[in-house]
């Protein structure tokens, strides 16, 4: 069982930069692959970029690719998602996932191939 726990999250204005947090209760980066999702008020969560078991790279959705970037921190066993240049189109609730059973090198991309989630954390960009 993995718990995951997002922060980072807040009221930002266009342009702004902002990191997210996940925190793991357990060692996951050699063991599961992570991902980040979103979800705004009346759409479906959607992901935004993810990292393969043992960081063996990392996959962003085009609507953020170029803005956002993914990293990890083994010892502290958490999660982040640097957020640059925001938009006000990606205001959404920002959660975290791992998935265990991957093989290297895979990254997931759909909602369903995740097995642990966070609670999620409030991104929202406006002026």
């Known amino acids: 069982q993995v718990q995951l726990v997002e922060s980072g999250g807040g009221l930002v204005q266009p342009g702004d930069s902002l990191r997210l947090s996940c925190a793991a209760s357990?060692?996951?980066?050699?063991?599961?692959?992570m991902g980040w999702f979103r979800q705004a008020p009346g759409k479906e969560r959607e992901f935004v970029g993810g990292?393969?078991?043992?960081?063996?790279?990392?996959y962003y959705a085009a609507s953020v690719k170029g803005r956002f970037t993914i990293s990890g921190d083994n010892a502290q066993n958490t999660l982040y998602l640097q957020m640059n240049s925001l938009k006000p189109e990606d205001t959404a609730v920002y959660y975290c996932?791992?998935?265990?059973?991957?093989?290297?090198?895979?990254?997931?991309?759909?909602?369903?191939?995740?097995?642990?989630w966070g609670q999620g954390t409030q991104v929202t960009v406006s002026s």
């Open positions: 990292i393969s078991r043992i960081g063996g790279g990392a």
């Open positions: 357990v060692r996951t980066f050699s063991t599961y692959a």
């Open positions: 996932a791992a998935r265990g059973r991957s093989s290297i090198g895979t990254i997931h991309v759909t909602v369903n191939d995740y097995d642990y």
